[in-house]
Every structure is written in C-alpha cells, then in structure tokens.
C-alpha cells in the first residue's frame, strides 16, 4: 500500500515565518488553532501540541470526539476548525468531500485488542483463543464505543463478525451483540452486513456502550466493567493488560483485506463501511482560519518528530504519509507525502 523511507523534517521557510508573524500581530496576541480528533490520538497530538506551541507564539487547542462526531461537528454545527484528524480516514471523504474538504493524508496505523485489568472476571485464564468465550460468561461484562458516533465502534462489530469467519463459530457475533443490542447482521454468500439503528437498546447487565472508546477506560479502572474493545495504542498509552487478536480479525494486515471486506456496517445515518485495515487521516478543512499554522502543524505530525511520536505510542507511522491526491494538498505539503 506504501511505500516505506525516511522523511526529515523540513526547516519552516522564511516567508512562512513572515505570515505567521503578521497573522500574530494583527489579531494583538496568540492566534488560536483549533483541532477536532479522535479521541485514541489524544496522547501523541499532546506530545505535539507542545513541540508546536515551543516553536510557535501559537495557542493549540485539542478537542477529541469520536471520529464521526468530531466532523460532524464542521459539517452539521459549522463550528469554524483549522486542522481536523480521524481515526477511519475513509469518513473524510464521506463526511467532508467536496463542501469541506477535497483532500486528505493517511499518516498511522492501529488495530482492536481487548482490554482489561488484573480485577477483570477471569483475567488469569482469557487469551487470544478464548476471549470470546469469556466474554460471554455469566458475570462478565464488556464494553465498546457507540459505532454510530465513534469508529472503534463500528471496527469492534466488524471485528466480531470476522471472528465468526475466522473461528468457523456461527454464534459469536449472536451471542455476544445480537443478543445484547438492537444491532442485527445479513449474511449472503459469505458476505456479512450489520445494521446498527439509532437506538441501540444494550443490555447494560452485559454491555456498555460509550459514546468514546476512551470513556470506557475508566470504567473498567473501576471495575464495572471487565474488558473493552479498545485501540492497541490506548491500551499501550494508558498501562492496560490486553489481549492481543489475530490479525485475521483486528484490521490491522494488508494481507487479510480479502477477508476483512467480507463484513460490513450500515450506520443508522445509512452510511455503509467496508472492513479495512485501521489507517488515520488527516485534512485542513476548507472553512480554516489559520491555514498557514494548520500546514505547520501538519508538516510536523507527518515528518520525522511525529513519527517518532506515533511509533512510540503504538501508532505506527506510514512513512512516507499517503495523500488522496497531491496535487489538491497545500503546495508546501506535497513534496513530504506520495499519492
């Protein structure tokens, strides 16, 4: 999908530095650039932030969301935001083309594990073959974001129809969704498409269901619940015991993308998704205050000081970073990317 090399990062120009001078200057202090993300990238954009505001007379503001919501709200609150960065690059282009936006960068990659503690029901005994099974026991209960809002949470249903292919268990995603939710599945000739409605009605003795994946951290800090489908990099970042899923199933290989296209999710918007493996984007919407900072800010992330902070947060960085298309990108952004 990419290829792989070594990006330095660029030295900012002089006539760069010349606008963002007088961009300073003319608003009488600190300009602000605003930033809506997901919320699993909330620890390496903090270790940016600083990196950024130590070069910059800047005030960088985050603001994480579930990734769907977090556009939503440009594209249905018209909040103005000058840099905005999803965990499914894919809902870029749904969500945000062409009114929004027209162009976007694949820059990290993650996968699902599932997450617990040392106080989870059953924690001495789950592993990579039977985590299923635990979770399905009386007294346990799990937890996951809502895929209405957050894309962990559509990834988490994919991922649980997928095992079903890849344990040859017909009664995993039944077990453990249909008969905790309204979310329901269609299968036809081997291929899968859940529908998740509006109202997801969760047994809440079995299941919780956050609006953020990260929510559910502290949850299960608190024991009320035991294991939660989480990011492998929010389970790194925050210190959690998890376990690690096959990549048949935790969309993370190129090489299962054959598979991982078997199941897919109508949202209750009516949106469909296709089970991929896990890539984040990044775009500067086109309603931006602060462009010349959002690129700044960009061509830090996607060079070689943000790539040293994804790698060591679990994220790792796709080097080069992919771009939608080259050409539509800021022109100081382009050579740093391939297409």
């Known amino acids: 999908m990419e290829s792989i090399g070594t990006k330095k990062t660029i030295i900012v120009p002089a006539t760069i530095a010349v606008v963002l001078g007088v961009l300073i200057f ?31 007379d800047v005030d960088l503001q985050l603001e994480p969301h579930g990734s769907a919501e977090a556009i939503s709200q440009i594209t249905e609150l018209h909040k103005a935001a000058d ?8 809902l870029i282009p749904k969500m945000m083309f062409p009114e ?15 997450v617990y503690t040392s106080d989870s029901n059953y924690a001495d ?16 209960k799990f937890g996951f974001s809502n895929p209405n809002l957050d894309p962990c949470g559509y990834r988490t249903v994919m991922v649980l129809q997928l095992a079903e292919i890849y344990y040859n268990n017909s009664t995993i995603f039944d077990d453990l969704i249909v008969g ?3 979310v329901g599945t269609i299968e036809e000739n081997g291929n899968y498409l859940i529908q998740v409605p509006e109202d997801l009605n969760p047994n809440t003795d079995k299941l919780e269901i956050s609006d953020k994946s ?11 619940i035991d294991y939660a489908f989480e990011y492998r990099s929010v389970a790194a970042q ?8 096959s990549d048949g199933i935790n ?11 078997q199941v897919k999710v109508r949202l209750a918007n009516g949106k469909v998704l296709t089970a991929e493996p896990i890539v984040y984007g990044i775009t500067i919407p086109k309603n931006t205050p602060n462009e010349d900072l959002a690129i700044e800010f960009i061509t830090l992330l996607i060079t070689e000081y943000g790539q040293e902070v994804f790698e060591n947060c679990g994220q790792p960085p796709i080097v080069p970073a992919i771009a939608s298309d080259v050409n539509k990108l800021p022109e100081n952004l382009q050579p740093l990317v391939i297409q």
């Open 125 to 140: 005994e789950i592993n990579e073959n039977n985590w299923y099974d635990i979770l399905n026991r009386t007294g346990v």
């Open 214 to 224: 990260v929510s559910l951290l502290i949850k299960l800090e608190a024991h009320s």
């Open 26 to 56: 003319s608003m009488g202090g600190k300009p602000v650039l605003k930033i809506y993300h997901a919320g699993s990238l909330t620890i390496p954009l903090e270790k940016i932030e600083m990196q950024f505001e130590s070069s910059y």
């Open 100 to 114: 929004y936006a027209d162009w976007y960068i694949q820059f990290a990659r993650n996968e699902i594990v599932l």
């Open 83 to 90: 840099i905005l960065v999803s965990a499914d690059y894919s």
């Open 238 to 245: 925050h210190g959690f015991k998890f376990v690690e899923l």
């Open 180 to 182: 905790n939710t309204n």
């Open 251 to 261: 969309l993370t290989s190129t090489d299962y993308e054959n598979i991982y296209k």
